[in-house]
């Protein structure tokens, strides 16, 4: 039977040599985090992975006990994937490097089946499907995502100028306000924050939640907020403008304020929470009592 050390050892081997097999799609997309808004999350996985780890393991302990051969068909797949991403007809560019880094998280979960065992990947679940988000979202996949936030925005944006009673007019991604007419650029679509509210979404769900339908409704409700907070700070920016200063229409509000907007959304996000949490605390478990006959 092999021991907890020769287990760890084994894993810091596998790791080692993941890094050789990958190391060309790791520094490309450690340079697209660096360089593209639309994949700066990615630099957070593989901490928050390490850190829920750490966290989750303080909970409970479970045994050890390696499992070589799902281990080793994980494993397997990884390098499929890998050899597909590298060889395969018609995969290059952004869906080769995707592939690629499918295959490194594949083999990271791999490793850890096959050092200690399905139990332990059952009981680290989220923790190692969430290193899945390292993977950089395919150019194709992307450019749809952005076009929806673009237009989604436009209409939030304008639904709120309608609440303010401000006459407003729509036009795909384009609105149109006394004095102002408002383009929803490809830049002005806030992927870099969605995505960041994603993940923190994620995480708190898998934090403080434990029923998945609540954590199901906790991620999902960050979709429509995306579309809130980047409609909110379009209205905010072209009201400012308009009303108060037209230099907030290119000032440091329009070109670094995500990050407050970001803010605002975490904090509705903190508080449906705590609505959700709320209701599984006044839950009571059902407790059963066996009558002698």
């Not at 434990?210 to 409609?231: D, E, F, H, M, Y």
């Amino acid at each position: 039977m092999i021991t907890a050390s020769r287990s760890q050892i084994l894993f810091v081997f596998l790791c080692a040599a993941s890094i050789l097999l990958w190391w060309r799609p790791l520094a490309a997309t450690f340079e697209l985090a660096l360089a593209n808004d639309a994949y700066t999350h990615i630099l957070l996985i593989v901490p928050l992975s390490a850190g829920l780890i750490y966290l989750d393991s303080k909970i409970a302990r479970v045994e050890a006990r390696p499992s070589f051969g799902a281990g080793a068909a994980v494993l397997l797949v990884a390098l499929l994937i890998g050899g597909y991403a590298r060889w395969g007809l018609g995969v290059h560019g952004d869906v080769a490097l995707s592939l690629s880094m499918l295959a490194l998280a594949t083999w990271w979960i791999g490793s850890i089946i096959f050092c200690f065992g399905a139990r332990i990947f059952e009981r680290f679940l989220f923790p190692l499907c969430f290193l899945l988000l390292i993977v950089p979202i395919p150019e194709f996949v992307l450019k749809w995502i952005v076009e929806f936030l673009q237009q989604q925005s436009a209409v939030a944006a304008s639904l709120m100028f309608r609440a303010a009673g401000v006459p407003v007019a729509q036009d795909g991604i384009r609105v149109t306000i006394p004095g102002l007419e408002v383009e929803v650029a490809r830049e002005c679509s806030s992927i870099r924050s969605s995505l960041m509210l994603l993940v923190t979404t994620l995480v708190m769900a898998h934090l403080f939640l434990r029923s998945w339908w609540r954590k199901l409704l906790l991620v999902t409700a960050a979709i429509p907020l995306s579309v809130a907070k980047n409609g909110l700070r379009i209205f905010v920016i072209a009201e400012l403008g308009t009303r108060v200063d037209p230099g907030f229409l290119n000032g440091r509000l329009h070109h670094n304020g995500g990050v407050i907007f970001l803010a605002i959304s975490v904090v509705v996000m903190v508080v449906l929470l705590w609505m959700l949490r709320r209701t599984e605390l006044h839950v009571q478990p059902k407790h059963h009592v066996a009558l002698a006959e």
